[in-house]
């Protein structure tokens, strides 16, 4: 089953900032922990939420605003998604992932959509 680990709040040194090369290492070394369980999709760190543009169609028009829509303290930091026997498994994940420690994540199981292809065409 495929779970998207959603990492919220997780603050990230840049490189040239101190403890980027410790917080790198420990991002690796968790990321090829997954790899060696056979649970390691895909993942990686989405750039800063000033980057953001959202769209949302209303009425058939299309309006396109700066920035993430939400109003909220949390910001999306980054993405994983991992194929796990189960539920219990991405839980136990999402603990060892480093980014828990000063941010949250959030695990859900990827809706499966029959007909839908993931890759492009």
Known sequence: MLYMLLIYDCERPEPGDPGFAEALARVNAFADECRRRGAFVYGHPLQGEHTATTVSVREG???????????????????????????????????????????????????????????RA
Not at 81 to 109: K, N, Q
């Open 61 to 119: 028009r299309t309006l396109i605003t700066d920035g993430p829509y939400a109003e909220t303290h949390e910001h999306l930091g980054g993405v994983y998604v991992f194929d796990c026997r189960d539920l219990d498994e991405a839980l136990e994940l999402a603990a060892l992932c480093p980014m828990a420690e000063t941010g949250s994540i959030e695990v859900r199981p990827v809706a499966g959509v029959p007909g839908l292809d993931h890759r």
